[in-house]
């Protein structure tokens, strides 16, 4: 597999290229991928997602020199992806036992991981405090008690804990709302905890965040906060956690983002809000562009103008919303110009991938697809359709890595 880089990136994404008439991917001839390791497959590219890293980290320092990200790994949880974040010295954000796992098998640093989430059962508590995770976020005010109870029977530790403010979206229900009575809540349930440390406030505004007043309505939720705590209890807040919400590292440019941060610098200012750091917790921003799937055409049907693919729903969930872009690897010249819909393998006519996507008119039976923009979610929401997995594949800077076979009979996450 020759692995030469052209200069010409298809939309935006320079690992993706056309190479002497053939469809590449960082230089390895998606054709020959799929020779080798058939369809449908998941390919990831180790070298796209230490740029996504350096981009986001590049911006966030440039503007806050105290902050630090941690990779949302429930976007992707593959120990092999999450290996390729420990290895940017990135944080990771875990909302479950099987996550936390994952970090201690590949030797992720606790100290750089924050957890919690709306569902924290004992044994993901026991585990966040035996690895002395660093940091945790309480969505319920009642959570807290527990923390301190399991704390206990582990002697001496103190914990930092980080709430979830509610974001003020009308669909906004996860967090706590800090009005007068839950202040004093939580004052109270803090003086009964020794051992927990408040340290900072997360606000979470949603995913795919494109407009600027999103941004800017999450960071005055947590200014006014942290104002709010301060006058209340007389607590600082030390940490501000903007959480994700990012797109596509490809869709969002540099400048974009640093002039975001830029204005939510002038409102701390503004605030005299200046002792700090800020946190950010980005998934799709991260692994997004990083994911391609390799699919057949199992059966083009002109009368409906419809193409069914070897992978649907069970592998690209509409959860994920993500934009997905589909490219002919068999006709990577022919002008996609004929409105089709692609339909996925699931015996249901609601496994419908995209309706009237622009694509190759000479389309048939037998013809390979690349669909790119699934390296988020896809896997974290697929469903166990009884159909084998997809096998997946990684492209490391100077190989090419089965991270899990079809034939394996194991689920993917379990390897
Ligand atoms: C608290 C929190 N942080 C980070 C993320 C990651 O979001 P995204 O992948 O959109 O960046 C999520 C996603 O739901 C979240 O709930």
């Known amino acids: 597999m020759s692995k030469k880089i052209n200069k010409n990136a298809l939309y935006g994404n ?72 420990k290895n940017q010295n990135f944080g990771s954000e875990i909302v479950g036992l099987p996550e936390l796992k994952i970090l201690k098998k590949i030797e992720f640093s606790f100290e750089k991981v924050i957890a919690g989430g709306p569902y924290l059962p004992n044994d993901f508590l026991t585990e966040i405090i035996k690895n002395q995770v660093k940091y945790l976020v309480i969505y319920d005010l009642d959570d807290i008690i527990r923390v301190q109870e399991i704390i206990q029977k582990f002697g001496e530790y103190k914990q930092d804990i980080l709430i979830r403010i509610q974001s003020q979206k009308y669909t906004g229900r996860l967090g706590v709302v800090l009005n007068e009575l839950n202040l004093k809540k939580l004052k109270k349930i803090f003086d009964m905890c020794p051992n927990l440390q408040y340290r900072g406030i997360l606000a979470h505004r949603g995913t795919q965040l494109n407009s600027i007043d999103d941004y800017m309505d999450n960071f005055q939720l947590i200014i006014e906060n942290a104002i709010k705590i301060k006058k209340s209890i007389g607590w600082d807040t030390s940490i501000l956690n903007i959480g994700g919400g990012f797109p596509n590292a490809d869709s969002f440019k540099k400048k974009q983002l640093i002039t975001i941060l830029e204005k ?10 200046d002792s700090y750091s800020i946190f950010y917790e980005p998934g799709r921003f991260i692994v997004g562009d990083t ?14 103008k419809t193409a069914f693919l070897d992978i649907g729903n069970n592998y690209i969930p509409k959860f994920m919303k993500s934009s997905l872009r589909f490219y002919n690897i068999s006709k990577i010249f022919e002008a996609p110009n004929k409105p089709i819909d692609f339909m996925g393998n699931i015996p249901s006519d609601q496994d419908i991938l995209v309706k009237n996507y622009n694509f190759t008119p000479s389309i048939q039976t037998g013809d390979y697809i690349l669909i790119a923009n699934v390296g988020a979610y896809a896997l974290s929401w697929s469903i166990r359709f009884p159909y084998p997995n997809p096998s997946i594949i990684l492209i490391e800077s100077d190989q090419i890595k089965e991270i899990h076979s079809r034939n394996s009979p194991n689920d993917f996450s379990i390897h």
Do not use: M, R, W
């Not at 939510?264 to 809000?273: S, T, Y």
């Open 291 to 304: 994911g391609f799937a390799l699919a057949s055409v199992i059966k083009y049907d002109p009368t409906h």
């Open 14 to 85: 320079k690992f993706l290229n056309i190479d002497e008439s053939e469809l590449v991917l960082d230089g390895i001839n998606v054709k020959n991928l799929i020779e080798k390791y058939n369809t449908p497959s998941f390919v990831f590219l180790q070298k796209k997602i230490e740029d996504n890293i350096k981009k986001i980290n590049d911006c966030f320092s440039s503007v806050f020199p105290n902050s630090q990200g941690f990779y949302s790994t429930k976007a992707n949880y593959l120990p092999e992806i999450i290996s390729v974040v």
């Open 264 to 273: 939510f610098k002038e409102k701390l200012i503004e605030n005299n809000l």
